[in-house]
Structures are given as C-alpha cells and as structure tokens.
Nanobody, 115 residues
Framework: QVQLVESGGGLVQAGGSLRLSCAASGSIFSINFMGWYRQAPGKQRELVAGIRSGGTTNYADSVKGRFTMSRDNAKNTVYLEMSSLKSEDTAVYYC?????????WGQGTQVTVSS
C-alpha cells in the first residue's frame, strides 16, 4: 500500500504562483507512473502532468510553459510548480502513483485562483 499526501494548495491571485507537493509513503517500489491531475467543479478529472518510469514529463496543453513537474526520489516526493496562474486553473489537484501492486491517489488539495 502507498499513501499519498498532497499539500501546498490555497488561494492565489491570477498571475501568481504556487508549489504543490505530494509525499509518498508505504510500500513504494517499481513505480510505473506518477502524475498530477485536477478536477474543476462540474468537470471531469484531467491529467495535468505525468511521467512514466524512465520517460519524459508530459503536460496538458493548457499548462505547458506555466507548470513544471519534478520529483525528489530521496524524499519520495513529487512537486508541481505552477506559475502565471489563471482562473481556469482553479480545481482540486490530485497526485497519482501507479506501481506494480496498484493505482493510488491522494486526497487532493484545493487551488483557487482569483481574477
């Protein structure tokens, strides 16, 4: 089992920045995929950024050039640096990890961008 805890969400003005963190704990091994998703009210959950084992990071077109995903393997933590935030970035942001024994999600962290 893997536990994921997101943090770093909050209220920010349009044009501002936030950094989200996702700390993983538990039985972590053979991770195939790590990603950030978001879900806005009334909308489906969508992939924001993700990386497969040994691969490059892919970003949704809507966040390219503004968001950067990174990871600290020593801390089992992934980050999402968000800049030039827009009102349409308002959503609950979730961390996801897929490994050999399962598919894990965090509880989500709210990001609200005021215009």
């Amino acid at each position: 089992q893997v536990q994921l805890v997101e943090s770093g969400g909050g209220l920010v003005q349009a044009g501002g920045s936030l950094r989200l963190s996702c700390a993983a704990s538990g039985s972590i091994f053979s991770i195939n995929f790590m990603g950030w998703y978001r879900q806005a009210p009334g909308k489906q959950r969508e992939l924001v950024a993700g990386i497969r084992s040994g691969g490059t990071t892919n970003y949704a077109d809507s966040v390219k050039g503004r968001f950067t995903m990174s990871r600290d393997n020593a801390k089992n933590t992934v980050y999402l640096e968000m800049s030039s935030l827009k009102s349409e970035d308002t959503a609950v942001y979730y961390c996801r990890v897929q490994q050999r024994d399962g598919d894990y999600w965090g509880q989500g962290t709210q990001v609200t961008v005021s215009s």
